[in-house]
């Protein structure tokens, strides 16, 4: 019988055998060790005779580019999936995982990069779905109070009665930590877990994990940001291919060859911006009041604007108004009060047609969802916009040539892996997923684009390619809003960085020699003369 809370009886390690990378902490057996998992689906191998170890008392970093396989070995481990051939060892004992159930009985718990949600459920229902000591009754107030002091330690602030169809991807993405959190896990795989949190909130983070590491449980820190590798793990095993390319120590590494690993090639981590002279100003938001899908206000007084050739990044905790700015500039949201100008015609709450018109290109946070249709293939995808205009058709009637030669010319521009034009879009990678929607929003010859975490989730090689394509737009004269939860990307790309919090502009700062700590304080809402600044443009 497991005990409230998803933990049974504690496991208890040996004591320590030293420090690894650095750092003090106990280090007990190997409570995972995964053998030669092979793991096949019709026409992929997404893991080929992977070894894979994690220690009690160590934060472990798996790292790859999207498709090569990290998900997958994780879903082995956790019970979603059966390896085809290869044993698990859990705390010394082989394993057959049967179930996810069986999994967090013995203690594992993940946070998937997809979320696994039930959005008409509250967040406290989601916490708590499946969990077997909660037993017949939800006790509704008891479940919520533990989710609000596990929001209060963890620095993942959510609403426990809030539905979660009302909830950003970024606090949905929080959710997820809470359930894994609140049953309990003993060995923790977490992906992606700070793409929500300030920079104090992560190095808050970041300590919590270090204390579960020093009490004897094993982390597994999956993540495409080489910084926060380099920051948090003691170990790090790369992934390419579906193969363990290498593990290594943290301190026999560095980003560089992290991402060479990645890869098979170098990358360029830091993309270079030329100088670029500024235009007329394209956006211009006056006073902006917006309410979110609640009801409640997510816009307050929000002012900024954006000239042509300038990339304006949005820092921000996720959930404070980043989605609501964007969907009140594109039509998609009504504006309560305010205006929204775009190259100086006044274009608040105007259909999202006529805004497209306007010459406004949407990159939206949820890829797949929103901003691509799924089940359709690329042909169809790639018009999506502009079927109804020349050469794509002929009065009523598309043109399936013109079609074709739009999909291959994309495709081949934006350097997109597809399968075949006709396959549903769905079955392509995040990377291949975000450069098709770019390639649609960019070959439109945008005088604006308003981009929504457009490397939400992806590895460093599509990471590089989606910067090179925004700084490109950028180059030709585009003005674009940028907000990312990554504060590295946004002080890397962004001429100009506008913090959010609340709806409102806390303040606006130029990238260079930017003070991280103050930023920080700022996403947190931190008044000052940051404030009296007005967020207002240049």
């Keep these: 019988m497991r005990m409230a809370g998803g933990r049974g009886s504690a496991w208890v390690p040996p004591p320590a055998d030293g420090p690894i990378g650095g750092q003090p902490m106990s280090v007990g057996p190997n409570p995972v060790e995964m053998r030669g998992i092979t793991k096949r689906f019709p026409g992929v191998l997404a893991n080929e005779r992977v070894d ?7 934060i472990h970093a798996l790292l790859g580019e999207n498709g090569a396989g990290k998900s997958t070995l994780m879903s082995v481990l956790t019970g979603l999936y059966r390896p085809d051939e290869g044993e698990i060892y859990i705390r010394g004992q082989r394993t057959v995982l049967r179930s996810p159930g069986e999994a967090i009985d013995l203690g594992i718990g993940m946070v998937h990069q997809h979320f696994r949600l039930v959005r008409p459920f509250t967040v406290a229902e989601n916490v708590v779905l499946g969990h077997r000591s909660q037993g017949f009754f939800y006790r509704r107030k008891e479940v919520e109070r533990r989710i609000e002091e596990l929001s209060s330690r963890y620095g993942l602030r959510v609403d426990p009665a809030a539905k979660v169809w009302q ?5 949905q993405q929080r959710v997820e930590i809470l359930k894994a959190l609140y049953r309990g896990a003993e060995i923790l795989i977490l992906d992606e877990p700070t793409a929500v949190l300030t920079p104090q909130e992560a190095k808050e983070l970041y300590r919590t994990l270090r204390r579960m590491a020093d009490q004897g449980q094993a982390v597994v820190f999956i993540t495409h940001k080489l910084g926060e590798v380099m920051e948090a793990a003691d170990v790090i095993t790369v992934l390419r291919g579906g193969r363990n390319v290498a593990t290594v120590p943290k301190a026999e590494t560095n980003q560089r060859e992290l991402a060479r690993m990645m890869v098979g090639r170098d990358v360029f981590l830091d993309q270079s911006k030329e100088p670029v002279e500024k235009g007329e100003t394209v956006l211009e938001l006056r006073e902006l009041h917006a309410l ?3 009801g409640l206000p997510a816009l307050r007084d929000l002012s900024l604007k954006v000239r042509a050739g300038e990339i304006v990044g949005v820092a921000g905790v996720a959930g404070n108004g980043q989605r609501e700015l964007a969907e009140a500039i594109t039509g998609l949201r009504r504006v309560q009060k305010g205006k929204v100008l775009i190259a100086g015609a006044d ?9 497209i018109d306007a010459g406004v290109s949407h990159i939206p946070e949820d890829r797949l969802g929103m901003g691509l249709v799924p089940g359709l293939g690329v042909h169809d995808n790639v018009i999506l916009k502009d079927y109804r205009l020349p050469p794509i058709c002929s009065g009523p009637l598309l043109k399936p040539r013109a079609i074709h ?5 994309l495709v081949e521009r934006f350097d997109v892996k597809v399968a075949g034009l006709d396959s549903p879009v769905r079955l392509l990678s995040g990377g291949n997923l975000q450069k098709l929607l770019l390639a649609r929003e960019i070959s439109a010859r945008p005088k604006l684009i ?7 989730g992806l590895d460093v090689g599509a990471t590089e390619a989606i910067h ?3 700084l490109a737009q950028r180059a030709a004269g585009s003005a674009i809003l940028f907000a990312s939860e990554d504060l ?4 890397q790309l962004s001429d100009r960085v506008a913090v959010i919090c609340e709806g409102r502009i806390m303040g606006e700062r130029p990238p260079e020699g930017a003070d991280i700590e103050e930023i920080g304080l700022l996403m947190a809402g931190s008044k000052g003369d940051a404030r009296r600044e007005g967020g207002r443009g240049a």
């Design 52 to 58: 894979f170890t994690v220690r009690a008392g160590r």
């Design 167 to 171: 909830l950003s991807v970024g606090e």
């Design 292 to 294: 979110n899908d609640k």
């Design 347 to 355: 274009l608040t709450n105007r259909s999202p047609r006529e805004i």
């Design 405 to 409: 030669r739009r999909a291959v010319e």
């Design 450 to 456: 308003v981009a929504m975490l457009p490397t939400r």
């Design 468 to 470: 090179r394509m925004l």
């Design 488 to 491: 590295d990307e946004i002080l």
